[in-house]
T-cell receptor, first 116, second 108 residues
C-alpha cells in the first residue's frame, strides 16, 4: 500500500508559466482533498473531489486555479500563469469516504512550488 | 477567535521529558485528528479519535467531548519527535478547521 503519492515533490516555475501537481490517492480511496500551506502559515482547504466530480471548490481561487480527478489517473491541481504568491506547499489527502464522517484522512508528502 | 486553538505555539523540551500539547475547539465534531508535520514538510495522520483515549507507541491522545478539548501526550520524548503537531476537526462541506500547530523541538 503505497499511500498517497504526490509528484513532483519540488517544482520551480517562472512567473507566467503553468504548474501541474499530481496526486494519486491511496488504493480504495475515492475522495481527494487539496490543501495549500503558505510559508509560516497553516493548512488551508482548496478543493474536494470525488471521481470525475468537483464536490467543493470554495477554497480555491476563482482564477488561474483548476482541479480535476478523472475516472482514470491521478487528481491534478493546475495553476495557470503562476505568480510569486503561488509559492507554497500543496498537500493532497485522500479518504475512503467523506470526512464529514469520522474517517481517516491520509496525506501525501506534498509538492513544493517555487515561483521565481 | 479561531474554531480550533492549540497551545503552546512553541515548545522546547529535553530528551526524555513528558510532553503535552493541547487543543480546544468550539464546534460540534464527529472526530478530531492529530497530524504531525515533519521538518521536511510531509504530514502524517497520527490519530483520529471521537472519544476516550488512543495510544500508539509513545504517543497518547485523549479527548473530552463535553469540554471540547483534546490533548496529545508524548512520553519519553526523543529528538526525532521534533515536528509541528496540528489538531484538526472536520467541518461541514468536507473541510477541516486546522489549529495553527505546535512546533516541538526536543533537545538531546
Amino acid at each position: 500500500n503505497a499511500g498517497v503519492m504526490q509528484n513532483p515533490r519540488h517544482l520551480v516555475r517562472r512567473r507566467g508559466q503553468e504548474a501541474r501537481l499530481r496526486c494519486s490517492p491511496m488504493k480504495g480511496h475515492s475522495h481527494v482533498y487539496w490543501y495549500r500551506q503558505l510559508p509560516e502559515e497553516g493548512l488551508k482547504f482548496m478543493v474536494y473531489l470525488q471521481k470525475e466530480n468537483i464536490i467543493d471548490e470554495s477554497g480555491m481561487p476563482k482564477e488561474r486555479f483548476s482541479a480535476e480527478f478523472p475516472k482514470e489517473g491521478p487528481s491534478i491541481l493546475r495553476i495557470q500563469q503562476v505568480v510569486r504568491g503561488d509559492s507554497a506547499a500543496y498537500f493532497c489527502a485522500s479518504s475512503r469516504t467523506s470526512i464529514s464522517g469520522a474517517n481517516v484522512l491520509t496525506f501525501g508528502a506534498g509538492s513544493r512550488l517555487t515561483v521565481l | 477567535k479561531n474554531e480550533v486553538e492549540q497551545s503552546p505555539q512553541n515548545l522546547t523540551a529535553q530528551e526524555g521529558e513528558f510532553i503535552t500539547i493541547n487543543c480546544s475547539y468550539s464546534v460540534g465534531i464527529s472526530a478530531l485528528h492529530w497530524l504531525q508535520q515533519h521538518p521536511g514538510g510531509g504530514i502524517v495522520s497520527l490519530f483520529m479519535l471521537s472519544s476516550g483515549k488512543k495510544k500508539h507507541g509513545r504517543l497518547i491522545a485523549t479527548i473530552n467531548i463535553q469540554e471540547k478539548h483534546s490533548s496529545l501526550h508524548i512520553t519519553a520524548s526523543h529528538p526525532r519527535d521534533s515536528a509541528v503537531y496540528i489538531c484538526a476537526v472536520p467541518r461541514t462541506g468536507n473541510q477541516f478547521y486546522f489549529g495553527t500547530g505546535t512546533s516541538l523541538t526536543v533537545i538531546p
